[in-house]
């Protein structure tokens, strides 16, 4: 893997009105044409996303955004969307004065957002664009920072002036908790011997690997551990050519409970899915709500989300083991929804249970904000890995 996957990458969104700059200024950033650039208001229509390295910063994901000022029935949809970016946005580059370069100008949308992304604490970097052409910049940022208390950065970038200052600005205001952690925690430690089992069927086409297979080993070999790989099939013949047993077997979660019934008994057992689950959302959360599948009846409801909007596929995880292990287990009246990509409701209340896959395609902060919405609503969520443990009885086996 020789580039860092956008889910692991910083999300910085640009918001402001229309034809207020922010596609020209990710131009600026990132030093490319990345974004149409155009005098006519609403050139972007829908938010587009560009991976780029920044010195000091390191892998961001660059998200621009419709103007918040958009008008019509299309107008109110593009909003929506935006609206929906603040969801994966670690950082926000909040674009004040849109186009209004003489006049005085009325801030009244672009302090109704400054709130809202403080309301979902996201960081926001406030900034004047146009400062070469614009002949109001002073009282503008006057007004500002009278009405938010922060003052504004202020660029050029058509000059591209300023830029510098809106790094250090990112760097000043990066998450705490931006820093993932790590994917195998306290599970190993160096000079570990880890046994993989990872059945190559479907949904792992042949010649690749799968991104959590990936990221989990290039973490194993950073963590200075021994690795050993195998598929489900040639699981005994593996243990039995290894020195010694593995201080840790990770497993699909498709086969949890062959591999469990196969393993020495002084290997500990995970699976990638449950690995995820620490790594981008809450697992205490997905493990407490576990238990809500005990309390599923025939008439409940559940909703099956995944991170990757694809073609369904044979024997597909969680469009056709998942479902019929519920089915099988509370009854083939159970009602099970299943959403893609970044399709999610956001009311939540005709569910008794949600169940997540690892989202090994979606940044942390968007993984928690689904938690977050699940919480509020008081809906217990888990995901693939934590479920197929419950389902099979050896969750409290399962290390995490």
Not at 99 to 126: A, G, N, Q, V, Y
Not at 170 to 178: S, T
């Amino acid at each position: 893997m020789n580039q860092t996957p956008n889910s692991n990458r910083l999300h910085i969104a640009l918001y402001g009105k229309r034809n207020s700059g922010k596609s020209s200024l990710i131009n600026a950033l990132t030093g490319q044409e990345t974004a149409i650039v155009s005098d006519i208001p609403g050139t972007t229509t829908d938010p587009v996303s560009k991976a780029m390295e920044i010195h000091g910063i390191g892998a961001c994901l660059f998200i621009d955004t419709p103007g918040f000022d958009d008008e019509g029935e299309l107008g109110e949809m593009r909003i929506t969307q935006t609206l929906k970016t603040t969801e994966r946005t670690d950082i926000a580059l909040l674009l004040c004065g849109g186009d209004s370069l003489e006049e005085e100008t009325d801030l009244k949308e672009e302090l109704h957002w400054f709130d809202m992304l403080k309301k979902r604490e996201i960081p926001t970097i406030l900034i004047i664009n146009k400062t070469d052409i614009r002949k109001n910049t002073a009282n503008l940022a006057s007004s500002i920072k009278e009405a938010t208390g922060d003052t504004p950065i202020l660029v050029s970038a058509q000059q591209r002036t300023g830029m510098e200052l809106i790094r250090q600005a990112i760097l000043e205001r990066l998450p705490q908790d931006f820093e993932q952690p790590s994917i195998t925690g306290k599970l190993v430690e160096e000079g570990d011997l880890v046994l993989l089992v990872m059945p190559q069927d479907i949904q792992a086409p042949k010649g690749r690997l799968i991104l959590p297979q990936v990221q989990t080993i290039r973490e194993l070999l950073d963590k200075h551990c021994s690795i050993m790989s195998c598929t489900t099939d040639r699981l005994p013949q593996t243990l039995q050519a290894l020195s010694r047993p593995p201080h840790l077997i990770i497993t699909d979660s498709q086969v949890f409970r062959t591999v469990y019934e196969q393993k020495p008994a002084e290997s500990r057992l995970t699976s990638f899915s449950i690995l995820f689950a620490g790594y981008k959302g809450d697992i205490d959360y997905y493990v407490e709500s576990a238990a809500a599948i005990d309390s599923l009846t025939p008439s409940s409801r559940v909703l099956i989300a995944e991170a990757c909007a694809h073609a369904p596929l044979t024997e597909d995880i969680g469009r056709v083991k998942l479902p019929r292990l519920l089915r099988k287990r509370i009854g083939e009246e159970l009602t099970i929804d299943i959403v893609a990509g970044r399709d999610f409701p956001d009311d939540l209340s005709p569910y008794s249970l949600i169940i997540h896959c690892g989202a090994c395609m979606f940044n942390r902060k968007y993984v928690l904000s689904r938690i977050g919405k699940a919480r509020l609503q008081h809906i217990p969520m888990t995901n693939y890995g934590v479920a197929l443990a419950y389902l099979n009885g050896i969750l409290k086996e399962v290390e995490y």
